[in-house]
């Protein structure tokens, strides 16, 4: 029996293509989401890319530009004619026309903001003005505006009027004629409240906020503490001038998280996708940090040959090395990803560095007994060393493990302190720190126990 060849979606879009088969393929097109067919458009040639994207209708369009890679949507950028960019770039919301703004060369740029409506320029302009990382730069200044003295049935009448050109109508704003907010109404209230209610009767005035200059990074957070769906920013006068929605929130979660991998994996971080990054550039990222932690390494040679002579009279010492210098930078780097971890989240804060470091010191202190007494009976019953060497091994166990752990807590909310980033403080720097120190406790172990 012949065996059935499953075509793909790639596959099945090339033959409805090479067979002119337009309108099946915007069938097929419109009922996939704008993400998914983000990452199609990905792998498709330049050529059928342009004819695919001018297939789609146009809202699907818009939505499908604002997923694709900063590549990609330049890409298009070149093939469209000036109609089809402003068409685009018209269904966009504002914050999304800004990340695209921000991502792409001046020259695109450029053309984007020629083939813009003055009043959508504006709102782009005005955004851009916000420091990067701020919350100014990720809300966006299309939300539903209501007063307190509107009705209920006013107010809804209010939605459906302006309502298709906000980014969500869910929550809605109160402010006063200066743009003060007063409080904050859902879609929910409205709908189940009598029709002659007052707002201002019904508006919830404990209205959680976030200011323009405040971090994306915490504002992000709060989403996630709360699980807003919205969240207004105010500027230094209390005025309403922006909301963030939880979809930019999620963004700038992903985007941090996997900024503190990169760092601590001591690589600079990259807005591309590993993929999109070619050899040379992955290099430059890779380079300047190896060549440092290289540089502090030599560190960690200077002492070894500092105590050249007591490795010669006792050679079986640098066999356990390796172990020391392991187990020092695992234990700074477990308690460093710890306390990063708590920082990002804002559960931990530089006022608790005291508490931290007293219940690391008794955590360090048990891992490292526990560890040095395993270690003892191992190197007793395996190594077939004499006591004394494995006393001086599993003594300096114990207050490596020690002082990595009291390292690896406190470099990363110093770091914090200091406005840098703790990241910075994870495995690569602290496990060489942590090396140099279990190299000095051990020789000096070594010197005091074994008279060398």
């Not at 003060?180 to 007052?198: F, I, M, R, W």
């Not at 048990?366 to 006393?391: P, Q």
């Not at 990595?404 to 602290?430: E, N, Q, R, T």
Request: aromatic share 6%.
């Amino acid at each position: 029996m012949e065996e059935k060849k499953v075509l793909n979606l790639e596959q099945t879009m090339d033959v409805l293509l090479e067979n002119k088969k337009f309108s099946t393929v915007r069938d097929i097109l419109t009922t996939m989401n704008a993400a998914d067919i983000a990452i199609y458009f990905d792998d498709v040639s330049e050529a059928n890319l342009i004819r695919l994207f001018r297939l789609l209708p146009k809202d699907l369009a818009a939505e499908t530009f604002v997923e694709m890679d900063a590549g990609v949507q330049e890409v298009l950028i070149h093939a469209f004619s000036d109609s089809e960019l402003k068409a685009v770039i018209d269904e966009l919301y504002v914050d999304d026309a800004v990340d695209i703004v921000e991502e792409l060369p001046a020259n695109v740029v450029k053309r984007i903001l020629k083939n813009t409506d003055p009043g959508m320029r504006k709102m782009i302009n005005e955004i851009l003005k916000y420091p990067d990382d701020s919350a100014g730069s990720i809300m966006t200044i299309e939300y539903v505006s209501l007063r307190a003295g509107m009705t209920v049935s006013e107010a809804l009448q209010r939605i459906r009027k302006t309502g298709i050109d906000k980014e969500t109508i869910y929550t809605c704003y109160v402010t006063e004629e200066n743009r003060k907010l007063l409080g904050l109404v859902t879609a929910k209230t409205l709908l189940l409240s009598d029709e002659d209610a007052k707002i201002g009767d019904i508006m919830e005035t404990n209205v959680i906020h976030v200011h323009t200059a405040d971090d994306q990074e915490a504002v992000a957070i709060k989403f996630n503490k709360y699980g807003f769906l919205a969240m207004p920013v105010v500027d230094d006068e209390e005025r309403l001038v922006g909301i963030v929605t939880v979809d930019d929130a999620i963004d700038v979660l992903t985007e941090e998280a996997t900024e503190d991998m990169e760092v601590m994996a001591a690589i600079t971080p990259s807005d591309k996708p590993y993929l999109k990054i070619g050899v040379f550039e992955t290099w430059k990222q890779r380079i300047p940090w190896l060549l440092i932690l290289m540089i502090s390494a030599t560190f960690t040679g200077m002492i070894i040959t500092g105590f050249e002579n007591a490795l010669k009279a006792q050679l079986i010492l640098s066999a356990f090395i390796p172990m020391l210098m392991d187990t020092a930078g695992n234990s700074g780097s477990q308690a460093s990803v710890t306390i990063i971890r708590g920082l990002s989240l804002d559960e931990i804060h530089f006022k608790d560095i005291f508490t931290i470091l007293w219940k690391e010191f008794r955590v360090s202190l048990l891992c490292g007994v526990t560890l040095g007494i395993c270690n003892f009976i191992k190197m007793l019953l395996i190594d077939r060393v004499n006591v004394m060497i494995a006393s001086v091994v599993c003594i300096t166990l114990v207050i490596t493990v020690v002082f990595a752990k009291i390292v690896g807590c406190s470099l990363p909310i110093l770091a914090k302190k200091i406005k840098f980033d703790p990241a910075v403080m994870a495995s690569p720097f602290i496990t060489t720190i942590v090396d140099a120190l279990s190299l000095l406790v051990y020789f000096a172990t070594a010197s005091i126990l074994l008279g060398i």
